[in-house]
RNA sequence: GCGGAUGUGGUGGAAUUGGUAGACACGCUAGACUUAGGAUCUAGUGCCGCGAGGUGUAAGAGUUCGAGUCUCUUCAUCCGCACCA
């Protein structure tokens, strides 16, 4: 075998890992590069293709930094607690620990085999106890911590309360839950319980009665961003809104800069969308309505404040705390029916109906705060009592839902917009003129908004403010496979560990599962099972997924500080990660809760940044391509695809494995399921089986998952690295199809050969290189180099194919010429350069070697092919000296015969010439 | 409904600032060579047409000497959000 990759790759991978060839420096005068690829969760089934394709792309991008003179950071870890290995253990009664230990040893194998830079020495896993002290300590962090306004930041708890004892709490602005006014007086009166139940209204991650997403199936609660149309995202179990005492984080007081900062980083614009829709951002007033004979007043959040005259009625969500109280006796029975049909709604229901109005009167009124008219009040499960207040103002001529809605009651409609029909549909749009509006009319919607504001702030009937849609983020799991909180009670107050203590490590438990009464299942370790035991009892919760992932990329810059969770002189050195390249799928997730940490981590001054990832990229799923055979549903004989209409057929996956180029193999197929042994077919006309295709997800239950591993096998892993490139632009969806890999074999196989003689002797040519190859090198520095600063890593690969394909033509072995080529190959087939780099006579890995210098002498022609255009078609080629002027082209183009065939006669009535690029005459 | 993305041969895709549309690769056709190999080489391959030629980047319009690329309208597919006041 001429080009033996098997043995090249196990050579030079082994080479990598004795050499440590890609250990990062912690000190260097070097430029730092920060390259990070999203760690996977190890689950039972392996990597598939679709996984190492942004490993692929940021090893490449990440040993072209390296080339480039770089101290490069390009670090792997596993995200190493989950569902599934606990799952896994409530079956088989294996610790979830042995499930993922052995996860993880499969996932290094396959990873090895593909032959990345990763700097193994840096390795995380979040399971670890070394590293879940430090999620437990930033967790303490936070807990300890409050969201000071004034500044714009979070600041250490204690300097909340010595603001208690200096003035208690009515002075300080603080994003927080905290319902009374307090006095220093009152403060210092406190208990220390009180205290302690003051303080938890303040702290950025506390323990509170919350409605949660509770579900069922998995035993636990689900955050937001957990839940997909209304089901588990994990399993697709119902989900249901449950009261529970719960830690949460308080990203809510990071809304606004979680906005803001989005413009600073170099994201997709959909996930920047995604995360601005999340946050979901509204500006506008909260008012107050007096009620009719009822002290309370309904406070109500608009963004149209310039609409107030065009209140014709009040909307409460069916859980608002006053719709009994309010309600009048003859509506009572019609309220408590419709409160209750609401409740029996889920919230999927809830959703899925959203075309069917319905609603009901209460029967009370308020009071318009401006006109002083009375307006009807009704209940509507339209209105959500989530957010805002739960009570709206209706205006139906400016907002569709409360047209609709007073439209199907028969409820007044006011137009208070200038010159528009309100007949059909509500004029949502800001850019109108208001009319019969008092002091507003004759105002441009935008304007009238802000002097709405001010008069009822003037009025005192409420203030300009912003509602964000984003909700704090529920922090208790009930499962065992998470973080242990560093939190013991005290009755039933909870109080932090002390740093010493930590971590604190899970428990022993009899099983996996919760206790009788409904308790989490560290609920089931005896007190001197935990290594940590404090005041009654501890917390027997354990932290969600996302804990350890939101500061991952922090630890591998110092990841065997036993002292902090990362040192200031490393984080300040390695910064930000410079490119992140992961799945857009963890948009409202992974990434907005780690830019949360991130900044917080910033404000307590641990690092200098406040975005995590500079740069990210996202790439595109890998779709696989599923083969079918055709049953006849008579006969049992399986219909080869050609013929299949002739027969009613039923369709049936095939394992890919056992069809080549889509034509079965009938032996393979028969061997494949106890079922199918005695299988019996009916070929086409050339006696062959023909498989049908589709492009489908990858799955097992499709039989079309395709492993790196055979592949690896088969090919080699430099072709593995390049076909996946290959493939396409990375952050498009795309087929995996094995069909095209052979051609980027040979490529190699072809840049194997310009090295090699006939007989697979190594020869190559000293001395100087002809112009052609110096042209042909040069041009492809000069693409390689753009290709890979836009990221276009598909394109690269089209290029190295044109240069080796260039070379052979020319025949070219040239060693200076050859030496550059493998410099250039090696970020992409790193094990066949640096074999060839030996090859060379060097000694040192390739990955030393600096980036070849593009030099465009090389590229200078003496003519250029001039493509002459008529009218804009191109008609013929002309070759002219590159260093004609204007006019003289022009006359040589004119002059030419092949011309005057298409100028027929008639006289060109313009000619552009752009020297250079191309000729274009007008007839 | 709102927002984002994408539409180019039989297939994956290329064309970076408006300048030869289909690079590169797969597949296919024909042929050569064979120590029969997922080998190599030669020629061809968008569509229509024997040909000259015509036509062609989802559809339509526009700007321009010139549009896959810019503007507008429409359509299709995918993704996200969705009674958010």
């Given at each position: 075998m001429e080009y033996d990759f098997r043995q090249i790759e196990d050579k030079w991978q082994k080479y990598w890992a004795e050499n440590k060839t890609f250990a990062a420096q912690d000190n260097s005068d070097k430029p730092k590069y920060y390259g990070l690829s999203m760690f996977p969760y190890p689950s039972g089934a392996g990597l598939h293709v679709g996984h190492p394709l942004g490993y692929i792309a940021s090893c490449i991008y990440a040993r072209y930094k390296k080339l480039q003179g770089y101290n490069v950071l390009h670090p792997m870890g596993y995200d190493s607690f989950g569902l599934p290995a606990e799952q896994y253990a409530i079956q088989t009664g294996q610790h979830p620990a042995i499930t993922t230990a052995e996860n993880i040893k499969r996932y290094r194998g396959q990873l090895d085999k593909i032959g990345f830079s990763f700097d193994w020495d840096r390795e995380v896993r979040t399971s670890e106890p070394a590293y879940y002290k430090w999620t437990q300590w930033i967790f303490k962090q936070i807990y300890n911590s409050w969201y000071n306004q004034t500044s714009d930041k979070a600041e250490s708890i204690d300097s909340l309360i010595s603001i208690f004892e200096k003035s208690g709490n009515a002075e300080v602005k603080a994003v927080h839950d905290h319902e009374t006014v307090f006095t220093a007086e009152e403060w210092q009166a406190f208990s220390e319980e009180d205290k302690q139940k003051t303080l938890m209204n303040y702290r950025l991650t506390f323990l509170a009665d919350s409605w949660v997403n509770w579900c069922p199936a998995l035993g636990t609660v689900l955050a937001n961003d957990e839940i997909k149309d209304g089901v588990s995202e994990r399993g697709g179990h119902p989900v249901e809104q449950k009261l529970m005492r719960q830690w949460s984080m308080r990203i809510t007081a990071y809304a606004e800069r979680l906005i803001n900062d989005l413009e600073t980083v170099d994201w997709s614009d959909s996930i920047k969308e995604q995360q601005r829709n999340w946050i979901g951002k509204s500006v506008g007033a909260s008012v107050n309505f007096a009620l009719e004979g009822n002290e309370d007043t309904i406070e109500v959040f608009t963004t149209r404040p310039d609409t107030i005259y065009g209140v014709s009625f009040m909307v409460l969500a069916p859980e608002h705390d006053l719709v009994d109280s309010i309600t009048t006796d003859e509506f009572k029975e019609a309220i408590a029916e419709y409160k209750k049909q609401a409740s029996l709604k889920t919230e999927r229901d809830r959703q899925a109906d959203v075309k069917n109005i319905t609603g009901q009167n209460t029967g009370a009124f308020a009071i318009h705060p401006f006109t002083g008219e009375k307006i009807q009040i009704w209940i509507a499960d339209y209105v959500l009592a989530g957010y805002g207040t739960g009570a709206v103002m209706a205006v139906p001529c400016g907002d569709q839902r409360d047209w609709d809605f007073a439209k199907h009651f028969n409820i007044e409609i006011k137009n208070i917009f200038k010159d528009t029909d309100i007949s059909e549909a509500a004029f949502t749009e800001k850019d109108v003129v208001i009319a019969d509006s008092d002091f507003l009319t004759d105002l441009k919607a935008k304007k009238a908004i802000k002097l709405a504001i001010y008069e009822i702030e003037q009025r005192g009937l409420g203030k300009g403010q912003t509602n964000y849609r984003l909700r704090d983020a529920v922090f208790s799991r009930q499962r065992f496979w998470g973080e242990p909180f560093p939190i013991y009670y005290k009755g039933d107050t909870p109080y932090a560990l002390e740093d010493a203590k930590l971590p604190v490590t899970l428990p022993e438990v009899d099983a996996y599962l919760p206790t009788e009464d409904g308790e989490p299942p560290l609920a089931r370790a005896n007190k001197d099972a935990w290594n940590v035991s404090e005041g009654d009892r501890m917390e027997y919760n354990t932290m969600p997924g996302w804990a350890g992932s939101s500061w991952y990329f922090l630890r591998y810059m110092d990841p065997k500080n036993e002292e902090a969770f990362v040192s200031k002189e490393k984080a300040d050195y390695w910064g930000q990660v410079d490119l992140y390249i992961g799945g857009s799928e963890h948009a409202t997730g992974h990434l907005l809760y780690s830019r949360f940490w991130t900044k917080f981590l910033a404000d307590m001054g641990y690092?200098?940044?406040?975005?995590?990832?500079k740069k990210m990229i996202n790439q595109g799923m890998i779709l696989g391509r599923s083969n079918f055979v055709y049953r006849d549903k008579d006969s049992g004989k399986f219909v080869s695809f050609d013929k299949r209409k002739e027969f009613k057929t039923a369709r049936l996956n095939v394992d890919i494995n056992r069809v080549d180029n889509d034509k079965l193999d009938t032996e393979a197929f028969k061997n494949w399921l106890p079922e199918f042994a005695n299988a019996e077919f009916i070929l086409n006309d050339n006696g062959e089986y023909i498989c049908g295709n589709e492009v489908e997800k990858m799955s097992k239950s499709k039989y079309n998952v395709q492993t790196p591993d055979e592949l690896v096998e088969k090919f080699g892993a430099d072709t593995l690295r390049c076909y996946e490139m290959f493939l396409g632009p990375l952050e498009q969806a795309k087929p995996w199809d094995t069909k095209g890999i052979n051609g980027v074999h040979n490529f190699l196989r072809k840049l194997w050969r310009l090295f090699h003689d006939e007989n697979n002797n190594f020869l190559v040519s000293k001395g100087e290189a002809d112009k052609k190859s110096l042209k042909t090198l040069h041009k492809t520095i000069k693409k390689i180099k753009e290709d890979l600063d836009r990221f276009s890593f598909n394109t690269a690969v089209s290029n190295f194919m044109i240069c080796v394909n260039e070379l052979g033509e020319q025949n070219c072995n040239n060693r200076a010429v050859l030496k550059k080529l493998v410099i250039l190959v090696s970020a992409y087939a790193p094990h066949i350069a640096e074999e060839l780099w030996q090859k060379l006579g060097e000694t040192e890995s390739v990955s030393f070697a600096s980036f070849p210098t593009f030099n465009p002498d090389f590229l200078i022609e003496a003519n250029h092919k001039y493509p002459v255009s008529f009218n804009g078609k191109m008609r013929f080629l002309l070759e002219l000296p590159a260093n004609l002027s204007k006019d003289d082209i022009e006359k040589e183009v004119l002059a030419n015969e092949q011309s005057q065939k298409y100028l027929d006669g008639k006289d060109p009535k313009k000619v552009i010439v752009v020297p250079g690029k191309i000729v274009n005459i007008v007839v």
């Open positions: 690092i200098n940044f406040n975005e995590p990832f």
